[in-house]
């Protein structure tokens, strides 16, 4: 089991581009998460979905679109890219998106905007 | 609303020294869950430890230990004998509901722990 995936690891953008950020999970779990982390800043939720077919925001959606495309998938879209959203974004996973679950992390993306 | 308070923003010890991770955390709920993840330099977060509001035993796994206080509000995290390998960023989060039907992981600013050789 490869676990969560990313693609890619780093990336490079100007002002206005846009990108999608890419994240798969082989854990056949239902929730799917994607947070963005800032120096001294901890983890903050941008958004997630508890379940195929649902997203919802967290508490840092401004600029970002998501797709569940299926239950593997859950792709993170900035559609003109700002300097503040210069960060490290991780997706992570969990069985079900209830209170006992353990959220599993995929390895990052670090992402530049110039 | 939930607050994880990690105060400890960068801690150094030499080898082999004790070294405890404070976390302490705000919620209204009775019910929630505590987590520890690991950051190693090369960025990934690694799951450590999970344990429930009821559970206030204190868990070792080998050069770790975890101390829960209800009654302080505290979760944390002690490494003996530390060595270069554990020198990582640690974040504290905590679980709860978050309201519509969902829960949310809310994490502390994590602390970072240089172990020097």
């Known amino acids: 089991n490869a676990g969560v995936t990313q693609t890619p690891k780093f990336q490079v953008l100007k002002t206005g581009q846009s990108m999608t950020l890419q994240c798969a999970q082989d854990?056949?779990?239902?929730?799917m998460y994607w947070y963005r982390q800032d120096p001294g800043m901890g983890l903050r939720l941008i958004y997630y979905s508890a379940s195929e077919g649902t997203t919802d925001k967290g508490e840092v959606p401004n600029g970002y679109n998501v797709s569940r495309l299926n239950k593997r998938e859950f792709s993170l879209r900035l559609e003109s890219a700002a300097p503040s959203q210069t960060s490290v974004y991780f997706c992570?996973?969990?069985?079900?998106?209830?209170?006992?679950?353990?959220?599993?992390f995929g390895p990052g993306t670090r992402l530049t905007v110039l | 609303a939930q607050k994880v308070t990690q105060a400890q923003t960068e801690i150094s010890v030499v080898e082999k020294e004790d070294v405890t991770l404070d976390c302490v955390y705000e919620?209204?709920?009775?019910?929630?869950?505590l987590f520890w993840y690991k950051q190693p330099p090369s960025g990934e977060l690694v799951f450590l430890i999970r344990r429930n509001s009821f559970d206030e035993q204190n868990e070792i796994s080998g050069r770790y230990s975890w101390n829960f206080q209800k009654s302080t509000s505290s979760f944390n995290f002690t490494i003996t004998a530390s060595q270069v390998v554990d020198s990582a960023v640690y974040f504290c989060a905590l679980r709860g509901y978050s309201g519509a039907g969902s829960y949310q992981l809310t994490f502390g600013k994590g602390t970072k722990l240089s172990v020097i050789p």
């Open positions: 992570a996973s969990s069985l079900e998106g209830s209170l006992t679950d353990t959220q599993y």
């Open positions: 854990m056949n779990h239902n929730s």
């Open positions: 919620t209204r709920d009775t019910t929630y869950y």
